[in-house]
């Protein structure tokens, strides 16, 4: 794909793709679509030179050792700030992910440091019109999951993590379903939508080297469901905040 | 593979299910292997018929409403419990890795209600005595990642994740390497074993019906490590405990 530029039309960027490849996507299949790309297309990006940082911001960059400008940034994003200690700002976002630096991220938006770019607005209405656009130009819709990659507690490393996600469940419920001697099983959910985003991510690398998509064929998964926020807990059943 | 008994030579079931299907893995492939035939491979199954819950067991099981006979086994594969509330325990296991009840799991096992299956002993250890014996029965060891699935913070549904791995790094370093526009990334790690786990687990499914081991081919990994302790989160350096 060429390199995205605000106000691109990524369904269209996506579908001459997939021409290019020799794919026809069919409803069987998983589009997954890189954070960076949609928030590109749909203009997700911010100079700092025009950014005035709050004395809130200010405050939490002098403790988080970033950027007062970027710090306020963040905060525009921000639903909660979780944890913040030097060199690590963990919020939730307004869209309830938990995350570093809101998703926003200094990488790969153009040759000037100064420019920023945001996550999506609402990754679920993006994947919805991407799924929608796909299925009109070619009379079948995949699946779409627009992924990120997101640290974690625990354990070292990012993951791929679905932001965003469209004609697919975010969970696979098991429960009910027995296992090979009929009992029930210790795995009762499955993040299916991250199992996904992650596989795609190992295919994207992390450096923005020309895969901003991955068509997932042969996958099994739930077809009901409102998007990736069905795999937010709810912050009142969640034992680690 | 047929079902696997505690005793089994493993890394012979999984040659000659290789063989069957016409595979011939190489230093460039990544056999995935599934916890639960590694550690009834390995005899890691416990009868709760034979087990004494300790008076701790018993307070801890009041409080997560379960089995204070499998809360003793749980407690006796901890090292520290993370949270309890009811039908919730979370632990760091003797390992270091952080999940629900230890590993412990009550599914398939066999016929009997009361067996449970224990997470391997050591699991990089496993993973390289597999590559170790693979590599000389074909001349080429693949790596090899143990993968189970666990839950997460924020998240719902649980992912598969490594416990084990050889002959791959846990967790690539990105630092210092440009991106498009030459400057730092904000993913600087990449969980690499955990996206291939992850990966893994959607062609293995969770009810353990019949697809034990995956061999992943195409990925790009790293492949210095020690084995997935490299990619647990030091304790003193995780903000989420």
Redesign the interface.
Same mark, same amino acid.
């Given at each position: 794909m060429p390199a995205v530029q605000p106000g691109d039309d990524l369904a269209a960027h996506l579908g001459a793709a997939l021409d290019r490849a020799g794919l026809v996507a069919t409803r069987d299949d998983v589009l997954v679509v890189a954070q960076k790309v949609v928030s590109k297309a749909e203009g997700r990006v911010v100079d700092l030179r025009t950014v005035t940082p709050s004395a809130e911001a200010a405050r939490l960059a002098a403790i988080v050792e970033k950027d007062p400008r970027l710090v306020e940034v963040i905060l525009s994003e921000t639903a909660s700030v979780l +944890?913040a #200690?030097p060199g #690590?700002l #963990?919020v939730e976002t307004r869209l309830g992910?938990?995350c570093?630096?809101a998703g926003v991220?200094?990488?790969?938006?153009?040759?000037d440091?100064s420019w920023v770019v945001l996550l999506p607005e609402d990754p679920d209405a993006t994947a919805r019109a991407l799924r929608e656009a796909i299925g009109r130009a070619t009379g079948a819709a995949p699946a779409v999951i627009v992924n990120d990659?997101h640290g974690?507690?625990? +354990?070292?490393?990012? $993951?791929? $993590?679905a932001i965003g996600a469209a004609g697919i469940g @975010?969970?696979?419920d098991?429960r009910g +379903?027995? =296992?090979?001697?009929g009992?029930?099983? &210790?795995?009762t959910?499955?993040? $299916?939508i991250? %199992?996904?985003a @992650?596989?795609a991510?190992?295919v994207m690398?992390? @450096? =923005? %080297?020309g895969v901003p998509a991955v068509l997932v064929r042969g !996958? !099994?998964f739930p077809r009901a469901g409102d998007g990736a926020r069905?795999?937010? &807990?709810a912050p009142a059943q969640?034992?680690? &905040?």
């Amino acid at each position: 794909m060429p390199a995205v530029q605000p106000g691109d039309d990524l369904a269209a960027h996506l579908g001459a793709a997939l021409d290019r490849a020799g794919l026809v996507a069919t409803r069987d299949d998983v589009l997954v679509v890189a954070q960076k790309v949609v928030s590109k297309a749909e203009g997700r990006v911010v100079d700092l030179r025009t950014v005035t940082p709050s004395a809130e911001a200010a405050r939490l960059a002098a403790i988080v050792e970033k950027d007062p400008r970027l710090v306020e940034v963040i905060l525009s994003e921000t639903a909660s700030v979780l +944890r913040a #200690v030097p060199g #690590v700002l #963990v919020v939730e976002t307004r869209l309830g992910f938990v995350c570093a630096n809101a998703g926003v991220d200094h990488s790969n938006v153009g040759p000037d440091e100064s420019w920023v770019v945001l996550l999506p607005e609402d990754p679920d209405a993006t994947a919805r019109a991407l799924r929608e656009a796909i299925g009109r130009a070619t009379g079948a819709a995949p699946a779409v999951i627009v992924n990120d990659s997101h640290g974690r507690a625990w +354990r070292e490393g990012a $993951v791929g $993590v679905a932001i965003g996600a469209a004609g697919i469940g @975010a969970v696979e419920d098991l429960r009910g +379903r027995p =296992d090979l001697f009929g009992r029930a099983l &210790r795995v009762t959910t499955v993040g $299916v939508i991250d %199992e996904l985003a @992650a596989a795609a991510s190992l295919v994207m690398g992390q @450096a =923005d %080297e020309g895969v901003p998509a991955v068509l997932v064929r042969g !996958a !099994a998964f739930p077809r009901a469901g409102d998007g990736a926020r069905d795999v937010l &807990r709810a912050p009142a059943q969640d034992l680690f &905040r």
